[in-house]
Nanobody, 121 residues
Framework: QVQLVESGGGLVVTGDSLRLSCAAS????????MNWYRQAPGKERELVAT?????????ADSVKGRFTISKGYAGNIVWLYLDMNSLKPEDTAVYYC?????????????WGQGTQVTVSS
């Protein structure tokens, strides 16, 4: 099992920056890729950024050049970050941390509870 807890959301204005954090605990040694998703009201959840164990990163076109995904380690805790710069109102959404655990010939996907980001114009 993997537990994910996000933090760092809030209300900002256009052009501001925010850092989202996600603490992964539990069976973190088997975590493969980690991702940030977001879901705006009335829209489907979309993939924002991915980081692998290599690590390599990938971003949605809408956030390239503005958002940066990164990871850190503290003991058994894996920290996933999303640095968001030049925020726009269209970035308003609930942001979710996601982790893929690969162990025992199976892949399990875990989600955090989400953190709200609101960007006012």
């Amino acid at each position: 099992q993997v537990q994910l807890v996000e933090s760092g959301g809030g209300l900002v204005v256009t052009g501001d920056s925010l850092r989202l954090s996600c603490a992964a605990s539990g069976d973190t040694m088997h975590i493969g890729s980690m991702n940030w998703y977001r879901q705006a009201p009335g829209k489907e959840r979309e993939l924002v950024a991915t980081i692998t164990n290599i690590p390599t990163t990938n971003y949605a076109d809408s956030v390239k050049g503005r958002f940066t995904i990164s990871k850190g380690y503290a003991g058994n805790i894996v920290w996933l970050y999303l640095d968001m710069n030049s925020l726009k109102p269209e970035d308003t959404a609930v942001y979710y941390c996601n982790a893929h655990r690969l162990a025992y010939n199976r892949e399990d996907i875990y989600w955090g509870q989400g953190t709200q980001v609101t960007v006012s114009s």
